[in-house]
C-alpha cells in the first residue's frame, strides 16, 4: 500500500478552546488509484491533507493520535529534515488557490525550476529546460516564450495547469490535490480534471482528490471517502456510493446535486449547519440534520463498519446504525 491513514487525530488549540479537526481518520491509497475524499467546508479534508503532507500550521494544529504509513514508514516519526526530503519528491500537493499560492515575484520558470536545483542539484540553465519541457506537459501553449512570465500574466486555467507541472515536477508516487477547479469555470473544470487523470495513469501516481463537488469526481474517482466533522462517514468504491448510499449524509450530498431530469423541482438541501468542531454533538455527529436520527444516534457513535456493497464490488463501511435502511430507501 502506498499510503495507509490509520486512526488520524488532529486538534487546534485556541483561546475559546480546542477544535477537534480530525476524528479517528482512517484511509489508503494504492498506486495509480484514486480515491476522492468529500465533505462541506469543515469537516476535516483539507486539515487531514495538510497533516500528511507535514505542513500543519504547529501551533495551533497539532496532530495527537494515529500513524501517517508512506510505504511502509510511518512519516509522523520523521524528523523535519527528513520530512522535507519526501515532500516535492515522493509527495506533492496542489493547491485550491494557484494565485496565492504561487510566488508573485518570480517568474513561472524559476520557481518550475527551483524543484530541480534544489531537489536534483540542476544548474539553473537544465532547471530552465525541465521548466519548459514540464510546461509543455500540462499543455501550456508556446512555453519556451512563457517560461519568463510571472504568474499574474496567465489565467486560472493555466495557473492550476502551472500548480499541477510543479506538483509532477520529480515524479512522486503520489499527488494530493485540494479543490483544484474551485475557482475555475465549468469547461477549464473539466480539463484540468483530464489533464490530471492523464498524467496519473501515466505515472501510476497515488491520487487524492479532496473536493465539495461530487461532480467532479464520478468520471476520476476508484474510491470515495465521504467525511463529517472530523471523521469518515461512509468509503465505498464509487459506482456504489452513486448508485445506493449507505449513510444519510452521503444520501443528502447527492440529492443536492442538480439534474437535468429534475427541471423545475426545488432542489434539496440538508437542513442546518455542520455541527462547531468545538462542541460537537454526543452520538453521531450528524444527529440534530438527520431525517432518520433515533435515540441511539444521539447518545452511541456509530463505528466505521463494512456493509454489505451494492453490487458486491469492493469493500464498503458506513458509520450508520441505519444504513440498510438508508440503502432501501434510496433504492424504493
Known amino acids: 500500500m502506498l499510503l495507509e491513514v490509520r486512526d488520524l487525530h488532529v486538534e487546534?488549540?485556541?483561546?475559546?478552546?480546542?477544535?477537534?479537526?480530525?476524528?479517528?481518520?482512517?484511509?489508503?491509497v494504492d498506486e495509480g488509484e484514486t480515491l476522492a475524499v468529500l465533505g462541506e467546508s469543515g469537516s476535516g479534508k483539507s486539515v487531514t491533507a495538510q497533516?500528511?503532507?507535514?505542513?500543519?500550521?504547529?501551533?495551533?494544529?497539532?496532530?495527537?493520535?494515529?500513524?501517517?504509513?508512506?510505504?511502509?514508514?510511518?512519516?509522523?516519526?520523521?524528523?523535519?529534515?527528513?520530512?522535507?526530503?519526501?515532500?516535492g519528491a515522493q509527495m506533492a500537493m496542489i493547491f485550491q488557490d494557484a494565485l496565492s499560492s504561487l510566488n508573485p515575484v518570480l517568474s513561472v520558470g524559476d520557481q518550475l525550476g527551483e524543484m530541480f536545483t534544489v531537489h536534483r542539484g540542476l544548474s539553473r540553465k537544465d532547471a530552465r529546460t525541465k521548466a519548459i519541457e514540464l510546461m509543455d506537459r500540462v499543455r501550456i501553449p508556446a512555453a519556451a516564450q512563457r517560461v519568463r512570465d510571472y504568474p499574474h500574466q496567465f489565467s486560472g486555467g493555466m495557473r492550476q495547469r502551472i500548480m499541477i507541472a510543479m506538483a509532477l515536477a520529480l515524479e512522486p508516487a503520489l499527488i494530493i490535490a485540494d479543490e483544484p477547479t474551485t475557482a475555475l469555470d465549468v469547461t477549464v473544470q473539466a480539463q484540468v480534471m483530464d489533464l490530471l487523470a492523464e498524467l496519473q495513469r501515466e505515472l501510476n501516481m497515488g491520487l487524492i482528490l479532496i473536493t465539495h463537488d461530487l461532480g467532479v469526481v464520478a468520471d476520476v474517482a476508484d474510491r470515495i471517502a465521504v467525511m463529517y466533522a472530523g471523521r469518515i462517514v461512509e468509503s465505498a468504491p464509487v459506482h456504489d456510493i452513486y448508485k445506493a448510499p449507505a449513510h444519510p449524509y452521503t444520501k443528502g450530498l447527492l440529492e443536492s446535486i442538480p439534474r437535468l431530469d429534475q427541471k423545475g423541482r426545488e432542489l434539496y438541501a440538508i437542513k442546518g449547519l455542520p455541527?462547531?468542531?468545538?462542541?460537537?454533538?454526543?452520538?453521531?455527529?450528524?444527529?440534530?440534520?438527520?431525517?432518520?436520527?433515533?435515540?441511539?444516534?444521539?447518545?452511541?457513535?456509530?463505528?466505521?463498519?463494512?456493509v454489505d456493497s451494492a453490487d458486491g464490488a469492493g469493500v464498503r463501511r458506513s458509520a450508520c446504525f441505519f444504513w440498510k435502511e438508508t440503502l432501501d430507501a434510496h433504492n424504493h
Open 275 to 306: 455541527p462547531n468542531l468545538m462542541n460537537i454533538p454526543p452520538g453521531c455527529a450528524f444527529n440534530p440534520r438527520c431525517p432518520m436520527a433515533q435515540d441511539i444516534c444521539r447518545t452511541d457513535v456509530p463505528p466505521l463498519a463494512e
Open 51 to 87: 497533516a500528511v503532507m507535514g505542513i500543519l500550521d504547529t501551533p495551533p494544529g497539532k496532530i495527537t493520535g494515529g500513524e501517517i504509513l508512506f510505504q511502509g514508514k510511518d512519516l509522523l516519526t520523521f524528523k523535519e529534515e527528513e520530512r522535507r526530503k519526501v515532500r
Open 12 to 28: 487546534f488549540r485556541t483561546r475559546d478552546g480546542v477544535a477537534k479537526a480530525v476524528n479517528g481518520v482512517t484511509y489508503a
